[in-house]
């Protein structure tokens, strides 16, 4: 993924603490896969998935099922959406910031499966390629622990 500038202010630790707080427990599927949030920029955020028996898919190879893998990507990349609405709108209170995530909703997402996802640990991360007024578009990368690249996804959101 390419890299962007980062803002020349850092957001405050209650809004990664709120932004967390909504991906982790209050998307109640987040925490049915066991969606952790590892970091949040306005340019990047990251995230993990630590395999369980109830995610399988294929029972003979103890692949990570691929909802469980889409679920992840779109989550990250709403994630990815609201850092980068944060960024936008530093004057707002951090109140006003996290209340646009009810307004945020997936239009298009895409993903492509490109190895088994067999592992313990698998890292997800996403970033904004264009955020406008109504519609942002997002890329996103699902690797396995070693780094290998095992899917990957674009998709669209309406933020408005």
Not at 34 to 47: D, H, M, Q, W
Not at 67 to 90: E, F, K, P, Q, Y
């Given at each position: 993924?390419?890299?962007?500038?980062?803002?020349?202010?850092?957001?405050?630790?209650?809004?990664?603490?709120?932004?967390?707080?909504?991906?982790?427990?209050?998307?109640?599927?987040?925490r049915?896969?066991?969606?952790?949030?590892?970091?949040?920029?306005?340019?990047?955020?990251?995230?993990?998935?630590?395999?369980?028996?109830?995610?399988?898919?294929?029972?003979?190879?103890?692949?990570?099922?691929?909802?469980v893998?889409?679920?992840?990507?779109d989550?990250?990349?709403?994630?990815?959406?609201?850092?980068?609405?944060?960024?936008?709108?530093?004057?707002?209170?951090?109140?006003?910031?996290?209340a646009?995530?009810?307004?945020?909703?997936?239009?298009?997402?895409?993903?492509?499966?490109l190895?088994?996802?067999?592992?313990d640990?698998?890292?997800?991360?996403?970033?904004v390629?264009?955020?406008?007024?109504?519609?942002?578009s997002?890329?996103?990368?699902?690797?396995?622990?070693?780094?290998?690249?095992?899917?990957?996804?674009?998709a669209?959101?309406?933020?408005?």
């Amino acid at each position: 993924m390419t890299r962007r500038t980062p803002s020349a202010k850092p957001f405050e630790p209650e809004f990664v603490e709120g932004l967390t707080d909504i991906f982790e427990n209050q998307m109640v599927f987040d925490r049915v896969i066991g969606l952790k949030v590892v970091s949040i920029a306005p340019e990047r955020v990251t995230g993990r998935i630590d395999m369980r028996p109830d995610l399988v898919g294929h029972f003979a190879y103890r692949r990570l099922h691929g909802g469980v893998i889409s679920t992840g990507l779109d989550a990250m990349a709403g994630l990815a959406v609201m850092a980068a609405l944060g960024a936008r709108h530093m004057d707002e209170t951090i109140a006003q910031r996290l209340a646009r995530f009810a307004r945020l909703g997936t239009i298009d997402l895409r993903v492509d499966f490109l190895r088994p996802a067999i592992g313990d640990r698998f890292e997800l991360s996403a970033e904004v390629m264009r955020i406008g007024s109504r519609v942002a578009s997002t890329r996103m990368e699902f690797r396995g622990a070693d780094g290998t690249l095992l899917s990957t996804g674009t998709a669209a959101y309406i933020v408005s």
